[in-house]
């Protein structure tokens, strides 16, 4: 069965500093990759998909990720984080031939002054 | 547009209580699909509509859980009894089709708290 990891529960960076949040996922194909973010009493927003084509995927509010088959990674990376990128990330995998969405149990980043 | 629409955002009611939440889509979506986020199972699909047609349920954790598409812009999801393990945030989504081509659009949420 597909699954996503999210290794890291929180993760606390200085603002201004770079970013990267880890995301494993467990699939026997390519696979439909996502990176939503959840802002504190908001739904969750779509940062960037990778489908197929290009690894290295540009999403909004500069955030890209890179999915790496070696490694079963989609790791979301932001070189200069601001206070308002405070929020919850999920990494997500869409499931073989259908529909749903699985979701990792997402990372909660912090940004400290 | 307004995106989708869900109300109450907050809902608190006691154990055995029938609760009623309500989901507008984005107009011109096909797609509706109910989600409930909670810490110790994360976020997870309940159902989806097409058209206004439940698709799949398999996801509703039981009897007590049921959810209605009377028309194109209205959805809800009712508990009925209530039970404190429902406790949750319950997102609804819409997108223009299914599949991955297209983006799920998330409301706010409802917080539902039973005592």
């Known amino acids: 069965a597909q699954s996503v990891t999210q290794p890291d529960i929180h993760i606390t960076v200085s603002e201004g500093a770079s970013l990267e949040l880890r995301c494993n996922y467990s699939y026997g194909a390519t696979p439909y990759l996502f990176w939503y973010v959840q802002s504190p009493g908001q739904g969750l927003q779509l940062l960037l998909k990778?489908?197929?084509?290009?690894?290295l995927v540009q999403g909004i509010k500069g955030f890209e990720a890179e999915f790496k088959r070696s490694q079963s990674s989609f790791n979301l990376r932001k070189p200069s984080v601001h206070w308002s990128d405070a929020a919850e990330y999920f990494c997500a995998v869409g499931e073989a031939g259908g529909f749903k969405t699985i979701f990792g149990a997402g990372t909660r980043l912090f940004v400290k002054a | 547009d307004a995106g989708v629409i869900q109300s109450p955002r907050h809902e608190v009611t006691e154990m055995g209580q029938e609760v009623t939440l309500r989901c507008k889509p984005i107009s011109g979506h096909d797609y509706l699909f109910w989600y409930r986020q909670t810490m110790m199972r994360g976020l997870e699909l309940l159902i989806y509509f097409n058209n206004n047609v439940p698709i799949d349920d398999s996801g509703m954790p039981e009897d007590r859980f049921s959810a209605k598409m009377p028309n194109a812009s209205f959805s809800t999801l009712k508990i009925q009894p209530s039970e404190p393990r429902d406790s949750a945030v319950y997102f609804c989504?819409?997108?223009?089709?299914?599949?991955?081509?297209?983006?799920?659009?998330f409301g706010p949420g409802t917080r539902l708290t039973v005592l």
């Open positions: 990778y489908f197929s084509g290009d690894t």
């Open positions: 989504a819409s997108s223009l089709s299914l599949g991955f081509t297209d983006t799920q659009y």
